[in-house]
C-alpha cells in the first residue's frame, strides 16, 4: 500500500491569535510548515486553502489553531499522521529571539 506525504513549507499566514485582545483583533504574521501522510491523494493546493479558511477564525491559543486544522484536515482526508509546526513572528514583548511557536505530531490510533 502506497502512502504519500504532502508537506508546505514556510507558509505565511496573518491569524488572529494570542492570550492579549490585542493580538486577536490585529492579528499576527505567523510561519506554517505542515506534513500530512495519507493513503489518499491530498491537493497541496486545498490544504493551503483550508489553511487560509482556518487562519480567519480567532483562537486564544496556537494550540487551538493547529488542534483546528488537524480536525480539518481529518475530516477532509482522513490521514494517518499529521505534523505542524506554527511559529510566531511577532511577539508582544521585548526579545531577542527571530520566533516562537509549537509543534505538534498527530498520528491516527490504529487499534
Not at 485582545?21 to 483550508?50: C, M, P, T
Not at 505538534?104 to 490510533?109: D, G, P
Request: proline letters at 1%; charged letters at 30%.
Amino acid at each position: 500500500m502506497k502512502k504519500v506525504t504532502v508537506f508546505i513549507r514556510k507558509c505565511k499566514l496573518h491569524i488572529r491569535c494570542g492570550v492579549y485582545e490585542e493580538e486577536r483583533k490585529l492579528g499576527v504574521e505567523v510561519e506554517v510548515d505542515i506534513k500530512v501522510l495519507s493513503e489518499k491523494f491530498v491537493d497541496y493546493q486545498e490544504l493551503y486553502n483550508l489553511l487560509v479558511r482556518t487562519s480567519n477564525e480567532e483562537f486564544i491559543y496556537l494550540e487551538d489553531f493547529t488542534e483546528t486544522v488537524i480536525n480539518n484536515i481529518n475530516r477532509k482526508w482522513n490521514c494517518e499522521k499529521i505534523e505542524i509546526t506554527v511559529s510566531k513572528r511577532s511577539l508582544p514583548f521585548q526579545n531577542s529571539m527571530e520566533a516562537a511557536g509549537i509543534n505538534v505530531v498527530w498520528e491516527k490510533n490504529n487499534e
